[in-house]
């Protein structure tokens, strides 16, 4: 893979003085000039009641939901210009060979697999498209949203609550509800949940748009929450986020005019309101601060960040629309009924160009849309600002503009950006990234990835704190996509949140397209977190002992392309678990390790079960350095599974392939019942015994 640098690091005061003599003549010579930094005026809005109060597990549990609109709104800036700026992508390389910079890797940084398993589907939303999948993590549990459902279940993947997102705001089941989003703040113990919707069923015949807000009265997501409604008369504040810092919570969204219906209203700029966090988090009336529209006139969709570490001041950013050579960092001080309550300013921040880019490719004649280059996440912790967004760039050795990864990181007591690239691979497209930083201040990003030869999948990358300017990790496949999506909608965005309990850990929300047909999303939730380098690498043990193969920067080519037989396969971890709820019934791990002069490859393994019956689900991973290089999945097995993977893989002379397989339960089980459930044997098998000499077996073990 290659990753395209896209912009420079600027620490130095040569580079950082001609933006501070700028910011100075704006503030001397007024608006008439550019302007660098400036303040921004808001209106004190009349005290907001708490408009309900909700308790998950009184909720109706969630049935099929009926059939609704085919997708949720995507509104532009300006639907003409949006327009003209995909068909460039399409056409144009952004970059002349001058400009195209590669990044080196951070290789000694991998983002680790902790779990992984289904989340929300399609047919558990309101069939609508795009999911908009978010997730959140809390002490004990874990918070998942999509269009428009809800969920709560445990950190193994059990269950707990699934439910409507109208029940859970309190509105009527009618009501059209989009763009959810959910956060837990660490420092307040409890979780914020936002979601706009409008006066009717249909945004074409609706007249009025409101905030809601959900604020949990203790840390137990499946307890009580309080509701609040932010009204926005007369406009709909699509595109909704929601942060917070030490005393204050804000909703930002892009103004859309509701007249003649909120559908078809023009853009009105974006906007966003400053709520009291202490009168929130107590469920008393709330007093608020409005800004906008327009907040200001030269950007589109404010992202502020959910601060990680200690702050009293909130900090945002935008983009301008479709295309941005800067980016905009707000700071928003002060408490709404506190003295003279809130202040927002921003300062504009040079970077490389990010731009709208070309819909990714996939294998079918649909391509998957990847919107505009509006930023998608926020991360703050100590100092520093993380934002994400799509972008278009030519990757190094390309020769067509692809869908990538934009990732900036803003040093928030300097005003400077600290590090600015973008992430892409040559014929690949990457999209939709969420992002977070982990207590050491790794970075983890989650992001949906396909190709002309992949369908559309879910990825993570990371880069370790401690690593070079401007590299980042080998992104690993999460899930892959099982068909080609056939929808017209895919995003908006992906979901990443801390874990509060194990700061190490990032849990992430990815879409991928599940099949079994049509357009059918399903999204897929893992904990992640941060790989470091370790002095010596210890060979795993094998079966049959070998030397430790020699690492080498690129895979040894095979001598020969006929294979010769003489793979060994040894048992690594062979284990029983129970998980809490009995969902996870058992995990092992295996390893081939090719002891033949010559070249080997595995395509696929059979697995027979000792009682197949209270199995639902069977996962099979294969992994090389730690990294997922293929995965395949079973439902409902029987006795006898033959797994085959997408690619045979090959194993070249000296080196290892190792195989992780998931079994999860149909319902819960007792302690021995888990133990009785066991793999009873695994056969590893090439892909052509005929051309490539291959046994039909590489290698056998019993697991009991």
């Not at 998950?56 to 609704?68: D, E, G, H, T």
């Not at 639907?79 to 995909?86: G, H, I, Q």
């Not at 595109?239 to 892009?254: M, W």
């Not at 021995?672 to 695994?682: G, M």
């Amino acid at each position: 893979m290659k990753y395209l640098r896209i912009a420079r690091r600027r620490r130095d005061g040569a580079a950082r003085g001609p933006l501070i003599l700028l910011a100075l003549a704006a503030t001397i010579l007024g608006p008439a000039n550019l302007c660098r930094a400036a303040a921004v005026s808001g209106r004190a809005e009349p005290p907001i009641a708490r408009a309900a109060t909700v308790y998950v597990r009184n909720l109706a549990p969630l049935a099929r939901m009926p059939l609704c609109a085919p997708s949720t709104l995507f509104r532009p800036a300006n639907v003409s210009v949006f327009r003209s700026a995909k068909a460039n992508a399409r056409l144009a390389h952004r970059y002349s060979p001058a400009d195209t910079v590669t990044v080196p890797f951070a290789s000694s940084s991998m983002p680790n697999v902790d779990a992984s398993f289904i989340g929300l589907q399609q047919g558990e939303s309101c069939m609508c498209e795009p999911p908009d999948t978010q997730i959140a993590a809390g002490p004990n549990d874990l918070f998942e949203v999509v269009n428009d459902a809800g969920r709560v279940l445990t950190k193994t993947g059990a269950v707990l609550s699934t439910f409507t997102l109208n029940s859970f705001f309190s509105l009527g089941s009618s009501i059209f509800m989009t763009d959810p989003k959910v956060r837990f703040d660490a420092s307040s113990g409890r979780w914020f949940v936002v979601m706009i919707s409008t006066n009717t069923s249909d945004p074409s015949t609706s007249t009025e748009g409101q905030w809601n807000l959900a604020v949990s009265m203790t840390s137990d997501p499946t307890g009580g929450f309080y509701i609040y409604r932010v009204p926005t008369p007369s406009s709909l504040p699509d595109f909704p986020a929601l942060g917070f810092s030490d005393d204050k919570v804000v909703l930002t969204a892009n103004a859309f005019s509701c007249s003649p219906d909120c559908a078809s209203g023009g853009f009105q700029g974006n906007e966003f309101v400053v709520l009291n966090k202490s009168a929130l988090v107590s469920g008393a009336s709330l007093s608020s601060k409005m800004f906008g529209p327009p907040a200001d006139g030269a950007t589109f969709t404010i992202q502020p960040a959910a601060s990680l570490s200690s702050t009293s001041s909130l900090y945002m950013a935008s983009l301008a629309s479709p295309t941005s050579d800067f980016v905009r960092v707000w700071t928003v001080n002060g408490v709404p009924g506190i003295g003279s309550g809130p202040s927002a300013n921003y300062v504009d921040e040079a970077i490389a160009t990010i731009s709208t880019p070309p819909d990714a490719l996939q294998p079918s004649q649909n391509p998957i849309a990847t919107n505009d280059n509006r930023l998608l996440d926020a991360a703050y912790r100590n100092g520093s600002l993380w934002v994400s967004a799509n972008t278009a760039c030519t990757p190094t050795g390309d020769t067509a503009s692809r869908s990538c990864l934009a990732l900036v990181e803003i040093d928030t007591a300097a005003m400077t950006v600290e590090q600015d690239f973008n992430v892409g691979s040559s014929g690949a497209y990457y999209y939709y990234p969420a992002i977070q930083t982990d207590g050491d201040g790794d970075l983890i990003v989650a992001f949906s990835g396909s190709s002309s030869s992949e369908y559309p999948s879910v990825y993570a990358g990371m880069r370790l704190a401690s690593d070079p300017v401007n590299t980042f990790s080998s992104p690993i496949l999460i899930e892959p996509g099982a068909v080609a999506y056939s929808g017209s909608r895919w995003g908006d965005y992906s979901g990443a949140g801390v874990d509060p309990s194990n700061p190490s850990e990032v849990w992430t929300a990815g879409e991928y397209a599940s099949g079994p047909s049509g357009s059918s999303w399903g999204t897929w939730l893992s904990g992640l977190s941060a790989i470091s380098p370790t002095p010596t690498p210890t060979p795993a043990p094998t079966a049959t002992p070998t030397p430790a193969p020699t690492v080498t920067p690129t895979p040894t080519p095979a001598p020969t392309p006929t294979a010769i037989p003489g793979a060994t396969l040894g048992v690594l971890r062979p284990s029983s678990s129970l998980a809490r709820g009995g969902r996870l019934a058992f995990a092992g791990k295996w390893q081939a390790t090719n002891s033949s002069p010559g070249s080997e490859s595995i395509q696929g393994a059979t697995i027979s079960f000792s009682n197949p019956a209270m199995v639902s689900l069977a996962r099979l991973l294969a992994l090389r350095g730690g990294r997922v290089v293929g995965t395949v999945r079973v439902w409902e097995p029987s006795a006898l599974v033959t797994f085959v993977l997408q690619r045979p893989l090959p194993v070249h002379s000296g080196r290892a392939l190792q195989f992780v397989l998931q079994v999860k339960l149909a319902r819960a089980l007792s302690p021995s019942e888990v133990s009785a459930q066991q793999v009873e044997q695994i056969l590893f098998s090439g892909p052509d015994t005929a051309v490539a000499g291959l046994p039909v077996v590489l290698g056998t073990v019993t697991a009991r």
